[in-house]
């Protein structure tokens, strides 16, 4: 425990002490990722229509059906089959049952919150369930990390309950979910979509019209994903063009502020240290990734584009590692999961329930990786409720389980790591983080 704390806090100092606005790329490592296997219990999936059930939206987190308040199930018996749960002086169990407890203790005013929100208009309704999975997460943190839980993250979660929104809330989000663990995630039995940080943004910056969906082809002139011709065909073709030696160079647009440096420069940070043929480096000469965060949405091209600054956007909302990656994958040639051509053995497309003009975004791709497993927790696949014009699911998994993790930000998972690896040419040097290959399998399979 010791080991790790210390960790995190040379994590904390990393985070803020770097000068941000400096254009030099650091070679600083930050603090592993503890990794969990385990598995959830079954979601409710509307088989016709692809609804979204309160399950799946996280309204009822906290109350009527927690999980950490039920006692131990099948997902945090497989944390906590060896006694321990990933490095930490803590048993999967206990780590269930203290944060039931504060679940508990919290549990009227929460649902007191949730009847407030019911009777709210405006953006922060579709919030409500968000920003339940980040006070989990927060929870999640606190039991872990016990008196070394930064003040902030508290205080973060005392706004959220309080509804002290604001855009400042909206940066301490960000840097909470920037620091949480894969284990803190598996622990709380939430992950953090696309969508999720698009509701949250709306409604703490009081704007209903913001869209981070991205586009899957198309011009990058209004935050949509280019596809690249080049790649090879076949089970490991790719959606892209590969960086010539893995050499990535980088440069900071003047719009690209202290949240969106620390994003980009923790996701690099993180792809860098697991995949070692890959190489950031901050220079604005010959062809750079240009990341910026002026334009509407969260975009990158798929892989190398042959010209000089290429577009990489986070804007407001986007300025998460998890996006940060997700948005670096694609640059470095990487396409969205469920382009897959095998994807139909493993997920349903909701066709009735896309948005009008966006169906492209779900076709197939010849050029989409397959050279392993269809991967439910990869950070490059879709949530359940992209692009849909009526809240409902747009992709439905075959296997019920996925649902919850599907279109998850938060970590490349191992498949991610591994693929990228494939693709860069250095396969026996992999370094993944993340040790979730169990989990994905279950979920690919179902119960």
Same mark, same amino acid.
């Given at each position: 425990m010791k080991a790790v704390c210390s960790a995190l806090a040379s994590l904390h100092v990393i985070f803020h002490l770097h000068e941000w606005c400096c254009q030099a790329a650091s070679d600083s490592t930050f603090a592993d990722k503890i990794s969990a296997e385990h598995n959830s219990a079954k979601e409710e999936v509307c088989e016709k229509q692809g609804c979204v059930t309160e399950e799946d939206t996280g309204l009822n987190m906290l109350h009527q059906r927690s999980s950490l308040n039920r006692g131990p199930g099948p997902l945090m018996e497989e944390l906590g089959k060896n006694g321990k749960s990933m490095g930490t002086n803590h048993s999967a169990h206990e780590l269930e049952n203290q944060i039931g407890g504060r679940s508990k203790a919290a549990a009227s005013t929460t649902e007191d919150n949730a009847l407030l929100a019911t009777n709210q208009t405006g953006p922060c309704l579709a919030a409500h369930g968000p920003m339940s999975k980040v006070k989990r997460i927060i929870d999640a943190r606190d039991v872990r990390l016990q008196e070394n839980m930064s003040k902030d993250e508290m205080d973060t979660r005392i706004a959220i309950q309080d509804k002290?929104?604001?855009?400042?809330?909206?940066? +301490?989000?960000?840097?909470v979910l920037d620091y949480a663990t894969w284990e803190d995630y598996m622990t709380a039995e939430v992950v953090i979509t696309t969508e999720d940080m698009q509701a949250i943004t709306r409604c703490l910056l009081g704007d209903s019209d913001v869209d981070m969906n991205e586009e899957d082809e198309g011009p990058a002139a209004n935050g949509l994903v280019e596809k690249s011709n080049g790649s090879v065909q076949g089970p490991h073709s790719q959606g892209g063009r590969k960086w010539p030696d893995g050499r990535v160079g980088y440069w900071y647009h003047s719009s690209c502020g202290q949240a969106c440096r620390r994003a980009f420069h923790t996701g690099i940070l993180e792809i860098q240290r697991q995949v070692p043929c890959v190489r950031f480096?901050?220079?604005?000469?010959? *062809?750079?990734?240009?990341?910026?965060?002026?334009?509407?949405?969260?975009?990158?091209?798929?892989?190398?584009? +042959?010209?000089?600054?290429?577009?990489?956007?986070l804007a407001r909302g986007c300025q998460i590692t998890g996006?940060?990656?997700?948005?670096?994958? *694609? +640059?470095?040639?990487?396409?969205?999961?469920?382009?897959?051509?095998d994807r139909d053995r493993y997920v349903t497309i909701r066709w009735q329930n896309i948005r009008k003009g966006t169906e492209h975004n779900f076709q197939k791709s010849s050029n989409s990786y397959t050279g392993s497993s269809y991967d439910f927790l990869s950070i490059? *696949?879709?949530?359940?409720?992209?692009?849909?014009?009526?809240?409902?699911?747009?992709?439905?998994?075959?296997?019920?389980?996925?649902?919850?993790?599907?279109?998850?930000r938060n970590h490349a998972s191992q498949y991610d790591v591994e693929q990228l690896c494939k693709f860069y040419g250095c396969s026996s040097r992999c370094n993944a983080k993340v040790k979730n290959k169990?989990?994905?399998e279950k979920l690919r399979r179902g119960r």
């Open positions: 002290k929104y604001s855009s400042e809330l909206l940066e +301490a989000i960000e840097q480096f901050n220079s604005r000469n010959g *062809h750079y990734l240009h990341v910026r965060a002026d334009k509407a949405g969260c975009f990158s091209y798929v892989g190398h584009i +042959a010209r000089g600054a290429q577009d990489l956007n996006i940060a990656v997700h948005e670096t994958f *694609h +640059a470095l040639g990487i396409n969205h999961e469920q382009t897959r051509a490059m *696949h879709y949530g359940p409720t992209s692009f849909s014009t009526n809240g409902h699911q747009t992709i439905s998994p075959k296997k019920s389980d996925a649902t919850r993790y599907m279109g998850q169990q989990i994905i």
